[in-house]
């Protein structure tokens, strides 16, 4: 029913920003909770942030707090992770996910739908 393609990855050097885009299919995008998720080689997948299906909340993982901004513009059926301060533990592939629900949720179980992931890279 949704369709996620996620874009913006490569590669960066450490200190660098990089703002990865989440563009949706659906006539019904504002009604999902989004997410962002990543997934380094040999870890399993883990939660990055989180946003509410109007843009009101938003949660992330400790380890990208301060440095990782999670958006949406609802009009353009996107959702935005903008990346600042990359380090190399950064690494992974990057993917987006969509829940039927109008909060956000950290758990990945709780995702509907997902994107098939964007490579990021930091160099140090």
């Known amino acids: 029913q949704v369709q996620l393609v996620e874009s913006g990855g490569g590669l960066v050097q450490a200190g660098g920003s990089l703002r990865l885009s989440c563009a949706a299919s659906g006539r019904t995008f504002s009604t999902y909770a989004m997410g962002w998720f990543r997934q380094a080689p040999g870890k399993e997948r883990e939660f990055v942030a989180t946003?509410?299906?109007?843009?009101?909340?938003?949660y992330y993982a400790d380890s990208v707090k301060g440095r990782f901004t999670i958006s949406r513009d609802n009009a353009k059926n996107t959702v935005y992770l903008q990346m600042s301060s990359l380090k190399p533990e950064d690494t992974a592939v990057y993917y987006c996910a969509a829940v039927r629900k109008r909060a956000g949720t950290m758990r990945v179980n709780d995702y509907d739908y997902w994107g098939q992931g964007t490579q990021v890279t930091v160099s140090s």
């Open positions: 946003i509410s299906w109007n843009g009101g909340s938003t």
